[in-house]
Nanobody
Framework: VQLQESGGGLGQPGGSLRLSCAAS????????MGWYRQAPGKEREPVAI???????YYADSVKDRFTISRDNVKRTVSLQMNSLRPDDTATYYC??????????????WGHGTQVTVSS
C-alpha cells in the first residue's frame, strides 16, 4: 500500500492551494482519511480528518478555511485550503487507515508535501 500526495507549493497570504492524496496497492477497505502537518520545530498535528461514514473533524486553526473531501472510488482524499496564512506553512502529510487485502488494518502515511505561505 502506498500513498502519493500532490499539490502544495508556494501560496500567498489570503490565497488558495489544493492538496490531493491517492492510495494504491492491495486495499480491501479504507477507513479514516486525513491530513496532518508539521511545522519546523513543532510536533505533527492533525489538520482535517474524514471518517468512512463521512464524519469530519477540523483543527480549530483551519475551520472555515480548509475543506476536506474524499472519493472512495478513486481512493483519494483532498484538502482545499483557502484564506491561507503564514502560519499554515508546514509539511503536510496524508494518512489513511487501511485494511489491506491480506493482513490487519494499520495507518499508512505519505511522504509529505511542502506548503509555504509567503508574500
Amino acid at each position: 500500500v502506498q500513498l502519493q500526495e500532490s499539490g502544495g507549493g508556494l501560496g500567498q497570504p489570503g490565497g488558495s492551494l489544493r492538496l490531493s492524496c491517492a492510495a494504491s496497492g492491495n486495499i480491501a477497505i479504507i477507513y479514516d482519511m486525513g491530513w496532518y502537518r508539521q511545522a519546523p520545530g513543532k510536533e505533527r498535528e492533525p489538520v482535517a480528518i474524514i471518517t468512512g461514514d463521512g464524519t469530519i473533524y477540523y483543527a480549530d486553526s483551519v475551520k472555515d478555511r480548509f475543506t476536506i473531501s474524499r472519493d472512495n472510488v478513486k481512493r483519494t482524499v483532498s484538502l482545499q485550503m483557502n484564506s491561507l496564512r503564514p502560519d499554515d506553512t508546514a509539511t503536510y502529510y496524508c494518512s489513511m487507515r487501511i485494511l489491506p487485502t491480506w493482513g490487519s488494518q494499520e495507518n499508512y502515511w505519505g511522504h509529505g508535501t511542502q506548503v509555504t505561505v509567503s508574500s
